[in-house]
């Protein structure tokens, strides 16, 4: 599986109102489908065990492996909202 994460967003409960509004309909974990219904990624709001914060993991299904920019365009969109910082499973920044 790979992940991305949305580091230290501004609090826990904002960060589930934004996730169910972006993602309506869903809750933990909050899906995002592709076009013919299966499920791209599965976002979760998770304390990451490194430090302890805040972070929304987005876990790629194995079927979509390859669409990492349509998972990091979603997780863009909560950062405008929410703040922080986009990292992969590597702990790299992203843009």
Excluded: C
């Excluded at 998770?46 to 979509?64: P, V």
């Amino acid at each position: 599986m790979k992940s991305y994460f949305l580091e230290e967003p501004a609090d826990e409960q904002q960060a589930r109102r934004v996730l169910s509004t972006l993602l309506p309909g869903q809750s933990e974990p909050w899906l995002l489908t592709a076009a013919e219904g299966g499920a791209v990624a599965y976002f979760n709001i998770t304390i990451l065990k490194d430090d302890g914060g805040l972070a929304i993991q987005a876990d790629i299904s194995g079927r979509h492996f390859e669409q990492d920019e349509v998972v990091l365009i979603v997780l863009r969109a909560f950062q405008q909202k929410l703040g922080g910082t986009i990292r992969d499973d590597f702990d790299n920044d992203l843009p």
